[in-house]
């Protein structure tokens, strides 16, 4: 009975047990570190000063402690950067013809990727000192721009056609992937001008992607821009519509396809229904994205 009535204390009364992360570490599920986590015990984690956690995949969080068995009280002592993956921006658009005064092919600007998630919770007692580190979600990504189109006529139709760029990727550690820029398809029966959209830049660490420009099929049509990727914890930027240059004289048609619209951001804290106390460093300059 005594050994029985010491393992039930000893259980309720442990130690903090603890862990460290010192290097940078991508896709961290926290409970792992630990083992086995059981209610009433209290788990410590600390994120050396330096040290990125940071995600690969914008559907996994950097830090997940969504795995911990119910009743697990978690301390997360932050002096590293805890971040989100980037979205990925959107493809250029495209408007052509198809070499006899008819459209050929259409498509708008391709909308950018949401931003990953920082943390994720799966319980209630979750603290997290931040005070000399930072929870940033993932950029989303900028949107493609669309195409753009015009023609002289319909008998022997020259046609001009602009490609859409593509957008920039969002801010993330790991590179974010930007959009690629429309090349107009190529009508047969036709003499066709076309410009070719100029690709939007990775995300990085250091900010969010640039945005690729329109194709310019001089002068009568230019393709639209793409949006810059976001930064840290903020949303991608929209692409711009195609402009097909209308009412210039001498053109019988023209139209344009819209730019697509920009990633949501990811969020600095993913609460999955649950609630966190912060210690220190809880402001707009640490903690960017939402945390909802």
């Given at each position: 009975?005594?050994?029985?009535?010491?393992?039930?204390?000893?259980?309720?009364?442990?130690?903090?047990?603890?862990?460290?992360?010192?290097?940078?570490?991508?896709?961290?599920?926290?409970?792992?570190?630990?083992?086995?986590?059981?209610?009433?015990?209290?788990?410590?984690?600390?994120?050396?000063?330096?040290?990125?956690v940071y995600s690969?995949?914008?559907?996994?969080?950097?830090?997940?402690?969504?795995?911990?068995?119910?009743?697990?009280?978690?301390?997360?002592?932050?002096?590293?950067?805890?971040?989100?993956?980037?979205?990925?921006?959107?493809d250029g658009g495209?408007?052509?013809?198809?070499?006899?005064?008819?459209?050929?092919?259409?498509?708008?600007?391709?909308?950018?990727?949401?931003?990953?998630?920082?943390?994720?919770?799966?319980?209630?007692?979750?603290?997290?000192?931040?005070?000399?580190?930072?929870?940033?979600?993932?950029?989303?990504?900028?949107?493609?721009?669309?195409?753009?189109?015009?023609?002289?006529?319909?008998?022997?139709?020259?046609?001009?056609?602009?490609?859409?760029?593509?957008?920039?990727?969002?801010?993330?550690?790991?590179?974010?992937?930007?959009?690629?820029?429309?090349?107009?398809?190529?009508?047969?029966?036709?003499?066709?001008?076309?410009?070719?959209?100029?690709?939007?830049?990775?995300?990085?660490?250091?900010?969010?992607?640039?945005?690729?420009?329109?194709?310019?099929?001089?002068?009568?049509?230019?393709?639209?821009?793409?949006?810059?990727?976001?930064?840290?914890?903020?949303?991608?930027?929209?692409?711009?519509?195609?402009?097909?240059?209308?009412?210039?004289?001498?053109?019988?048609?023209?139209?344009?396809?819209?730019?697509?619209?920009?990633?949501?951001?990811?969020?600095?804290?993913?609460?999955?229904?649950?609630?966190?106390?912060?210690?220190?460093?809880?402001?707009?300059?640490?903690?960017?994205?939402?945390?909802?």
């Open positions: 009975m005594t050994g029985i009535l010491h393992n039930i204390f000893a259980a309720c009364y442990q130690s903090t047990k603890t862990a460290v992360i010192s290097s940078n570490t991508s896709n961290v599920n926290a409970a792992a570190l630990f083992g086995t986590t059981q209610a009433g015990v209290t788990y410590q984690l600390t994120i050396d000063s330096g040290v990125w690969t995949s914008t559907g996994t969080p950097a830090l997940d402690l969504s795995s911990f068995a119910a009743g697990a009280i978690i301390q997360v002592i932050n002096n590293g950067t805890i971040a989100g993956m980037g979205g990925a921006g959107g495209d408007d052509s013809d198809d070499g006899n005064g008819l459209p050929y092919t259409q498509s708008a600007g391709g909308n950018g990727g949401a931003g990953g998630d920082a943390i994720k919770l799966g319980t209630n007692d979750v603290s997290v000192d931040n005070t000399n580190g930072n929870v940033f979600g993932g950029g989303g990504g900028g949107a493609g721009g669309g195409g753009a189109l015009s023609l002289f006529n319909d008998k022997s139709p020259a046609f001009f056609s602009g490609g859409g760029g593509g957008g920039g990727g969002g801010r993330s550690f790991q590179n974010s992937s930007g959009g690629t820029g429309k090349a107009p398809a190529q009508g047969n029966n036709a003499t066709h001008i076309s410009g070719t959209g100029a690709n939007g830049s990775a995300g990085t660490s250091s900010g969010g992607g640039s945005n690729g420009a329109g194709g310019f099929a001089n002068p009568y049509a230019t393709g639209g821009g793409g949006g810059f990727g976001g930064d840290w914890g903020s949303a991608g930027g929209n692409g711009s519509a195609g402009n097909p240059s209308a009412g210039n004289p001498g053109l019988s048609y023209w139209e344009s396809t819209a730019g697509g619209t920009g990633g949501a951001a990811g969020k600095a804290v993913a609460l999955n229904g649950k609630s966190i106390t912060w210690l220190g460093g809880n402001n707009g300059t640490q903690v960017k994205g939402a945390v909802a």
